[in-house]
């Protein structure tokens, strides 16, 4: 299926309507900013903005990121060790699980600002933030993805006598991988949200585009403030193709079975 | 002595309990001498998977007892006697199938030294005295001799059902399994595939001679592949009578042709369904 999109971009029916709507979309910007100049600021102010002050841009991008990153890695590492455990010792799952689905519904950014004043200004009530915004949706699907073996297959190689590592190398965590990337998917936005949230809620921090977003919007320069989120949104997009890279090389054999069902 | 291949005494399996139980296999005794390829038949809910599943050791039985080659089938499947073939080809899509065909050659690698243990092992090899010694088979060989030999590279769900049937029953064969049990494995296909398919398992079954315990609701693959067919029924499971065939091997395609094999399939239906007709009051 893939393989048929890169001819169809020569159809304008497949093309177009990408840059329509973004056209749409600018026009109404401008004509807000015109009549509206204190909610707005006109596109090219921001544009300005961003040309005129790239590497302060950049630089706090480069803070943010890392923040995200450094949460979304420790949450991933600590959710699939502990899916693990779960999938493996009934009495974990029996202890954390409902623990898990309530804290996922939980809104984490309440914890944020007790972490800020625990941890203080420095990185790491970011990190804290971020990895546990991340934390609990990786859990919970990879944990049901290593219970997700289909039984036939089980039965082959129980009846092989394999042992739990064997079971849990060769069938679970392959089974679970698509699950995996599912959550990572889920995540992946919710790690730059989670860094954010994080520099607006310690008001005071030096640095990320969070601190920068609240800063300019104190002083109203609303140009920043655009500014600031779209590099935010440029940041989100770089990861997400990240996460789509890693799943197309790692089930290579997922999406051949998916096409297949089609 | 030599121990009987499958050996089931007075076995009793129920699920559920109170009212609702069901009795999925009552008082069932059954005989598999080693070598032979014996065949449960009957119609839904007559127990002849959960038999298969007793033997293979992934259900225990609620009494009575079941043995593979003298010991309880947790120790069977420990020391990889045991080949499973389910209904689904059940190969791990993630893997080729040449990977598909030598990882349980890696899996349980402490099964050798227990197999030795196992009391008649030098009558079972002697058994097959012949067969490419006893070493691990060539797993590119085998999956050539059964038409896959262009698709060892190949991902499962690039090869159509009755290829990836074909590969788990090399899978299978792969172990050299003492006892190969095989779930309804053809059920799904056409009838082409599938009579293309007892053509290769007899191929793979009259080299190897392992014991086989064949799970069918099919009378003619019944009766080709059988040297017993023993015939089941349901409420409660039991079994009815075991059938001898005494056709001659090997049988080929034109065994459908001979006039025998129509009265054995003559015989079989008329108990299948007069079992069917009077439900047994036990």
Not at chain 1, 5 to 14: E, K
Not at chain 1, 168 to 188: D, E, G, Q, S, Y
Not at chain 1, 223 to 241: D, H, K, Q, T
């Given at each position: ?5 890169p001819?169809?971009w020569i159809?304008?029916a497949i093309?177009?309507?990408l840059?329509v709507?973004l ?17 707005l600021?006109?596109?090219s ?7 005129g ?5 950049l630089?706090n991008a ?10 979304l ?8 060790i502990?899916a693990v455990?779960?999938?493996?010792v ?5 202890a ?7 804290l ?6 309440a914890i944020a600002p007790?972490?800020?004043?625990a941890?203080g200004f420095?990185p790491?009530?970011k990190v804290?933030?971020?990895a ?8 919970i699907?990879t ?11 089980m ?10 590592l ?6 679970r965590i ?10 990572l998917r889920?995540?992946t ?7 954010v949230?994080a520099?607006l809620?310690?008001?005071g921090?030096v ?9 300019a919007a ?7 403030v655009?500014?600031a989120?779209f590099?935010l949104?440029?940041l989100?997009?770089?990861l997400?193709?990240?996460?789509t890279?890693a799943?197309r090389?790692a089930?290579r054999w997922?999406?051949?079975?998916a096409?297949?069902a089609n | 002595?030599?121990a009987?291949?499958?050996e ?14 069901t ?8 005989t598999?001498?080693?070598?032979r390829i ?8 007559c127990?002849?998977s959960?038999?298969l ?9 609620d009494a ?9 089938p947790?120790e069977?499947?420990a020391?990889?006697l045991?080949?499973f ?6 190969l ?8 598909n065909v030598?990882l349980?050659q890696?899996i349980?690698?402490?099964?050798a030294k ?9 009558e079972r090899?002697r058994?097959r ?8 088979p ?5 999956l050539?001799?059964?038409g896959?030999g ?5 991902l499962?769900?690039?090869?159509s059902?009755?290829?990836q049937?074909?590969?788990?029953i090399v ?5 050299r399994?003492?006892v ?5 494995p053809f059920?799904a296909?056409?009838e082409?595939t599938?009579?293309s398919?007892?053509?290769?398992l007899?191929d793979l079954w009259s080299?190897?001679?392992t014991?086989?315990l064949?799970?069918t ?13 023993v015939v089941?029924a349901?409420s409660p499971g ?7 065939i005494?056709l ?8 459908f042709e001979?006039?025998?094999f129509h ?10 369904y ?6 047994d009051?036990?």
């Amino acid at each position: 299926m893939r393989r048929r999109v890169p001819l169809g971009w020569i159809r304008p029916a497949i093309w177009l309507p990408l840059p329509v709507v973004l056209a749409i979309g600018g026009g109404l910007w401008q004509w807000g900013a015109h009549s509206l100049p204190y909610l707005l600021p006109p596109l090219s102010w921001v544009f300005d903005s961003l040309s005129g002050h790239l590497s302060y841009y950049l630089r706090n991008a480069g803070t943010t990121l890392g923040e995200a990153v450094a949460g979304l890695g420790m949450s991933f590492v600590a959710a699939f060790i502990l899916a693990v455990l779960i999938s493996e010792v009934p009495v974990v799952r029996r202890a954390v699980m409902p623990i898990a689905v309530v804290l996922n519904v939980t809104p984490l950014v309440a914890i944020a600002p007790v972490l800020v004043v625990a941890f203080g200004f420095g990185p790491a009530p970011k990190v804290i933030i971020t990895a546990l915004f991340c934390f609990f949706p990786i859990l919970i699907n990879t944990a049901i993805g290593l219970r997700s073996v289909p039984p036939p297959m089980m039965q082959v190689y129980q009846t092989m006598k394999a042992s739990r590592l064997e079971l849990l190398v060769h069938l679970r965590i392959p089974t679970a991988l698509p699950f995996l990337f599912a959550a990572l998917r889920i995540v992946t936005p919710l790690s730059i949200t989670g860094a954010v949230v994080a520099e607006l809620t310690a008001s005071g921090s030096v640095g990320g585009l969070g601190s920068v977003i609240s800063v300019a919007a104190s002083m109203n320069q609303l140009a920043v403030v655009y500014a600031a989120i779209f590099i935010l949104a440029v940041l989100g997009v770089l990861l997400m193709l990240i996460v789509t890279f890693a799943e197309r090389r790692a089930l290579r054999w997922h999406e051949s079975s998916a096409d297949r069902a089609n | 002595m030599q121990a009987a291949a499958i050996e089931l005494d007075s076995v009793r399996k129920v699920y559920g309990a109170g009212a609702a139980a069901t009795v999925a296999l009552n008082d069932v005794r059954l005989t598999i001498e080693p070598g032979r390829i014996a065949t449960l038949i009957g119609p839904s809910g007559c127990g002849k998977s959960t038999l298969l599943r007793l033997v293979a050791g992934l259900e225990p039985a609620d009494a009575g007892s079941v043995r593979v080659h003298g010991v309880a089938p947790e120790e069977a499947c420990a020391a990889k006697l045991i080949g499973f073939v389910p209904q689904t080809p059940a190969l791990l899509p993630w893997l080729s199938v040449l990977k598909n065909v030598t990882l349980p050659q890696k899996i349980n690698s402490g099964a050798a030294k227990r197999r030795e243990r196992i009391g008649d092992l030098a009558e079972r090899t002697r058994a097959r005295a012949g067969v490419g010694g006893g070493g691990v088979p060539d797993m590119r060989e085998l999956l050539r001799k059964v038409g896959l030999g262009d698709a060892v590279d190949k991902l499962p769900s690039q090869l159509s059902g009755g290829m990836q049937q074909r590969a788990a029953i090399v899978r299978a064969f792969g172990l050299r399994p003492d006892v190969l049990l095989m779930d309804e494995p053809f059920s799904a296909l056409d009838e082409f595939t599938r009579e293309s398919l007892q053509d290769q398992l007899l191929d793979l079954w009259s080299e190897e001679s392992t014991t086989v315990l064949f799970v069918t609701h099919n009378i003619a693959e019944a009766v080709r592949l059988s040297d017993t067919v023993v015939v089941m029924a349901p409420s409660p499971g039991r079994i009815v009578e075991s059938v001898d065939i005494g056709l001659p091997r090997p049988r080929d395609q034109r065994v459908f042709e001979e006039r025998g094999f129509h009265d054995y399939e003559d015989l079989i239906r008329e108990k299948l369904y007069s079992a069917w007709r009077s439900p047994d009051a036990a």
